[in-house]
């Protein structure tokens, strides 16, 4: 089983590094955190495949692949504060915990926080917050080095470039629920905010309020 972990890792980084993707802070924290405790036991032997996975409550996990670009345009330092805006299986939380300093990570299912709680203490990741709640206006009255949004917003979220540290750096896929997504950098400089597109994806819209039953 830890022959078969090290060459699924083994390909990911070799797949990342045939895309230009070269960074060792990166390639260092999925070698450290096992995706395999994150996915759904159906799809185990498939934990570093290119594709993406369904979990609970009807949401899904991004590709290894995809996350790499996200991460390496977080540009994650230690020390960094950092808000995440949809916890999911909480591999993506585990990650940034690795890279970065303190994490606070929302979801709006209590089933998904509950699970990435157990994840993260099984691995011993202590420097994360998980809340339920509503994350479609981040945390009011906290700065934030960087935020990442796994929820697809219509436009660039005002609420959370209000909530960026000076020279803090937000990612988050905008463009319509139903369609096509464009991942899109914001880095906050002085006053003005610096935008770069990165890639198109679809994923599910940031949906509002907190899920009473599940």
Same mark, same amino acid.
């Given at each position: 089983?830890?022959?078969?972990?090290?060459?699924?890792?083994?390909?990911?980084?070799?797949?990342?590094?045939?895309?230009?993707?070269? %960074?060792?802070?990166?390639?260092?924290?999925?070698?450290?955190?096992?995706?395999?405790?994150?996915?759904?036991?159906?799809?185990? %032997?498939?934990?570093?495949?290119?594709?993406?996975?369904?979990?609970?409550?009807?949401?899904?996990?991004?590709? +290894? %692949?995809?996350?790499?670009?996200?991460?390496? +345009?977080? %540009?994650?330092?230690?020390?960094?504060?950092?808000?995440?805006?949809?916890?999911?299986?909480?591999?993506?939380?585990?990650?940034?915990?690795?890279?970065?300093?303190?994490?606070?990570?929302?979801?709006?299912?209590?089933?998904?926080?509950?699970?990435?709680?157990?994840?993260?203490?099984?691995?011993?990741?202590?420097?994360?917050?998980?809340?339920?709640?509503?994350?479609?206006?981040?945390?009011?009255?906290?700065?934030?080095?960087?935020?990442?949004?796994?929820?697809?917003?219509?436009?660039?979220?005002?609420?959370?470039?209000?909530?960026?540290?000076?020279?803090?750096?937000?990612? +988050?896929?905008?463009?319509?629920?139903?369609?096509?997504?464009?991942?899109?950098?914001?880095?906050?400089?002085?006053?003005?905010?610096?935008?770069?597109?990165?890639?198109?994806?679809?994923?599910?819209?940031?949906?509002?309020?907190?899920?009473?039953?599940?």
């Amino acid at each position: 089983m830890a022959q078969k972990k090290l060459e699924a890792v083994a390909s990911l980084l070799l797949r990342l590094r045939t895309a230009g993707i070269m %960074d060792k802070r990166l390639f260092e924290a999925f070698e450290a955190i096992p995706r395999q405790n994150f996915v759904p036991i159906i799809f185990l %032997d498939a934990s570093y495949s290119p594709g993406s996975f369904p979990i609970e409550c009807g949401q899904s996990m991004e590709s +290894a %692949d995809q996350l790499a670009r996200i991460l390496l +345009a977080l %540009d994650v330092q230690p020390g960094n504060r950092i808000l995440e805006i949809g916890t999911g299986s909480g591999y993506v939380t585990a990650l940034l915990a690795h890279m970065g300093g303190k994490v606070t990570s929302v979801d709006r299912y209590r089933t998904l926080i509950e699970k990435a709680r157990q994840r993260l203490s099984q691995l011993k990741i202590d420097n994360v917050t998980l809340e339920q709640r509503d994350g479609r206006d981040g945390i009011e009255g906290q700065l934030y080095d960087r935020i990442f949004i796994s929820g697809a917003l219509p436009q660039v979220p005002k609420q959370f470039l209000d909530q960026l540290a000076s020279n803090g750096v937000l990612v +988050a896929p905008i463009g319509p629920g139903d369609g096509v997504q464009t991942v899109t950098k914001l880095t906050k400089i002085g006053s003005r905010f610096e935008k770069e597109e990165l890639f198109k994806t679809r994923c599910q819209p940031l949906e509002a309020g907190v899920a009473r039953a599940i």
